[in-house]
């Protein structure tokens, strides 16, 4: 009786297995990937179809209509070309290797959109990228501290992309010496100049304290006496007085979350909660944007409680939700009012990256591009403070910071740094795609500022 059973049961297995089997057959085919799959023993390819949107020595974002990809291209091999450019339209084959993707050959499916269907200002900076060589292009991306002697003579010599000035550039100087000064820089320029200088208000003033009866007053102290009202007076005062001077760039506003008066950025800060501070970013940007001075969000990706990196390195040990639901928010709030540009600090952002300064951290410049969204300047901090100068010696911290994914470089020593990134393109270390990439956000900044027109 027993067997009997089992055997009926042993049927019944069999029977349904079938059933299984047949129904399989008749499955519908499931619908193709948006990769598509080729099938290896040894390794499993993709392939992604998509428009250039970024270009790093080490790496290159593609997007599509409904994703974007950034894949390493240390081992990719170009078909069709040995340049690429960014809105082509290209076929990437990769493999997979934990979270990176890996680009194993790139085809050129489509080249970039023909020169009459590009706009006014599009054609004006591909014929000035067109008419560079590589020594000018490479001097545009350093935006310096101007020098004390030879400052004229070195706008051609380097054919710098701008000067920064601090203190020492206006104290005891007559105000139409000045003036006439940053005209003789821009005169020399054969690619108009980015003359910036940080004009924050409060404690860090460079050119108000010698050319206002009173020196702008700190963000806090605005607020505090008119609110809103005061703090868009004061910046629309700002862009009047640096724009009369020949001044561009207002390397402003902090865009630092910080609200305990312990903390070193506290008194440059708004010093208020995340989205109080938003709103105060978001306000500056578009007053400065409506009344034509470049804009600068600074410290990316937050300075937090960190101490002054102009004296020392920074350790930054909050987790990734920290950044997230605080100190990202106002850096948000300022991409989508028009930002120009964001500065980068030197802090190692331990949730980040660990091992570099976020300054030079490919990691940190890839969550601003892909997770914030940005699409403008991106520039270091002084690659002469001490955070760096500790780090690394003047010549490979210049090329770290390009490979990282610095559109502008901010430096003293750029007699030493300009020509290590030079000689680190003729030797495609970087590539020269890259530093066209990013010359080509800049030249962007500076017709949008009316130097090109």
Known sequence: MQKRILCGLFACVLLLGGCSTNTNVHKKEPEKQKDTENNSEVNKTYEF???????????????????????????????????????????????????????????????????????????????????????????????????DMYSIEDVDTYHLGGYILFDRDFKDQNYQDVVAKLTAYQKEAKVPLLIGVDEEGGTVN???????????????????????PLIISDTKEKAELLKNMGINVNLAPVADVSTHTEDFIYARSFGKNAHETANYVKTVVHTMKKNHIGSCLKHFPGYGNNVDTHTGIA???????????????????????????????????????????????????????EQLKFQGVIMSDDLAMDAITQYSDDASVAVSAVKAGNDLLICSNYRVQLPAVLEAVKKKEIQEEQIDASLRRILKWKYDLGLLS
């Open 49 to 147: 179809t998509g428009v250039i949107k970024d270009l790093t020595s080490n790496s290159i974002m593609v997007k599509n209509q409904d994703e974007e990809k950034r894949f390493d291209r240390e081992q990719m091999k170009m078909e069709g070309t040995d340049t690429l450019l960014l809105d082509e339209e290209v076929s990437i084959t990769y493999r997979k290797e934990k979270e990176h993707l890996i680009a194993l050959q790139c085809v050129v499916k489509k080249v970039a959109k023909q020169q009459e269907e590009k706009t006014e200002k599009e054609v004006a900076i591909d014929k000035i990228i067109a008419s560079m060589s590589i020594e000018e292009k490479v001097g545009q991306i350093f935006f310096v501290r101007c020098p």
């Open 315 to 369: 350790i930054d040990k909050r987790s990734m939700a920290t950044f997230e639901n605080s100190d990202f928010i106002p850096f948000s709030a300022g991409i989508q009012a028009g930002a120009d540009s964001v500065l980068v600090s030197h802090n190692i952002v331990k949730c980040m990256d660990a091992k570099h300064p976020a300054s030079l951290s490919a990691k940190v410049h890839r969550i601003l591009r």
């Open 206 to 228: 460079r050119v108000s304290t010698y050319f206002r009866e009173v020196p702008f007053w700190s963000p806090q102290d605005l607020y505090q006496e008119g609110g809103m």
